[in-house]
C-alpha cells in the first residue's frame, strides 16, 4: 500500500524550525513534502498573490532534507502544490506549526489557518498546527515542538482515517504551553488581543503609527467550550473549521427583507 501523501507548508517560512519539526513528526504517518514561502507571512490571512509570477526553487532544511520554497503566499503554495507542482494529490494538508496560537477570531488573520483552509476548500482533509508562546511571540522563547509535533502526527493519523468525515472542514489545533493537561474538543472564542495604538515619530519627523496590543493571558469564565480558554487553561485545544461564515441564525429574521420594494 502506498503512503498517504501529506502536503506540508506553513506561514512563518521554510526556515523556521516549526516546519522542520513537522515534516519530521510527519514521516511518521506518511510521505511528507514540502512547499513553504521564502519568508515570514504571519498574519496574512488567505492571501493569493496574482499581481506578479510566482517562482519556486528547491532548498534544504537543516537535516538536509529537500524543500519546495516560492516567493508565494502560505495559500499560494497549497494551490501551486495542487495545480501541478506536487507529484501527485494529497490525502492531507499540514499547516504549521506556528510560532504562536492561533485562536479565536485570530483565525482569520492566520496565514497558517488559511493554508490549511485552501486545502479544505480544495475537499483535502487540512489541519493547522500552532503553539501558543505567549508574550514570546516572535522573540526568542523555547518552543517544545516535540509534544506538538507528536500531537500533529496523531491527528494527522486520525483524519486520514475519517477522511470521508473532513471534506471541506479544517482542524485547527493549538497547543498550550508547557505539558498539556489534555485534550479539548472545542467552538471558535472570541478576540484574545487587546488591540493598542502606538505612535511616534520617525527621525524625520513624520508620525507613524504601530498597531500592536497585549494578549489575554487568563481564561475568559463561560467559556470553558472555547479553543481559548483550553489553551490559557494548559489544554490542546482541536476546534473544526469550516469556510461557510453564514451567519444562519439571522436568515429566517432576513428573509423577510426580500418583499422591501426596490
Ligand atoms: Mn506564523
Known amino acids: 500500500m502506498t503512503k498517504p501523501f501529506i502536503l506540508v507548508t506553513n506561514d512563518d517560512g521554510y526556515l523556521s524550525p516549526g516546519i522542520l519539526a513537522l ?16 519568508r515570514n507571512w504571519s498574519a496574512a490571512s488567505r492571501t493569493r498573490v496574482f499581481h506578479k509570477p ?3 526553487s528547491t532548498a534544504r ?19 501551486l502544490a495542487l495545480l501541478g507542482l506536487a507529484p501527485r494529490r494529497p490525502d492531507l494538508v499540514v499547516a504549521g506549526i506556528n510560532l504562536g496560537a492561533n485562536l479565536g477570531h ?3 488573520y492566520s496565514g497558517t489557518v488559511a493554508a490549511a483552509m485552501e486545502g479544505a476548500s480544495a475537499g483535502i482533509p487540512a489541519i493547522a498546527v500552532s503553539l501558543d508562546l505567549g ?4 522573540g526568542e522563547g523555547n518552543p517544545d515542538f516535540e509534544t506538538a509535533g ?5 491527528v494527522a493519523r486520525r483524519a486520514l482515517a475519517e477522511r470521508d468525515l473532513l471534506t471541506q472542514t479544517l482542524l485547527n ?3 498550550p504551553r508547557g505539558t498539556p493537561k489534555g485534550i479539548r474538543v472545542t467552538r471558535l472564542g472570541g478576540k484574545i488581543w487587546a488591540d493598542d495604538l502606538v505612535r511616534g515619530q520617525d527621525p524625520r519627523g513624520r508620525s507613524y503609527y504601530w498597531l500592536s496590543g497585549e494578549m489575554l493571558t487568563t481564561p475568559p469564565p463561560g467559556e470553558e467550550d472555547t479553543d481559548v480558554w483550553a489553551v490559557l487553561s494548559g489544554y490542546v485545544s482541536i476546534t473544526p473549521l469550516h469556510l461557510d461564515l453564514t ?16
Open 247 to 262: 451567519a444562519y441564525g439571522l436568515l429566517p429574521t432576513l428573509r423577510s427583507w426580500e418583499g422591501d420594494k426596490l
Open 135 to 138: 508574550s514570546e511571540e516572535g
Open 173 to 175: 489545533i493549538n497547543v
Open 150 to 154: 507528536a500531537l500533529a502526527a496523531r
Open 61 to 79: 532544511l537543516s537535516d538536509g532534507t529537500e524543500v519546495h520554497v516560492t516567493n508565494g503566499s502560505p495559500s499560494d503554495c497549497v494551490l
Open 23 to 38: 515534516r519530521r513528526a510527519l514521516e511518521e504517518v506518511g510521505e511528507p513534502w514540502v512547499m513553504a514561502p521564502d
Open 106 to 108: 485570530d483565525v482569520t
Open 54 to 56: 510566482l517562482r519556486v
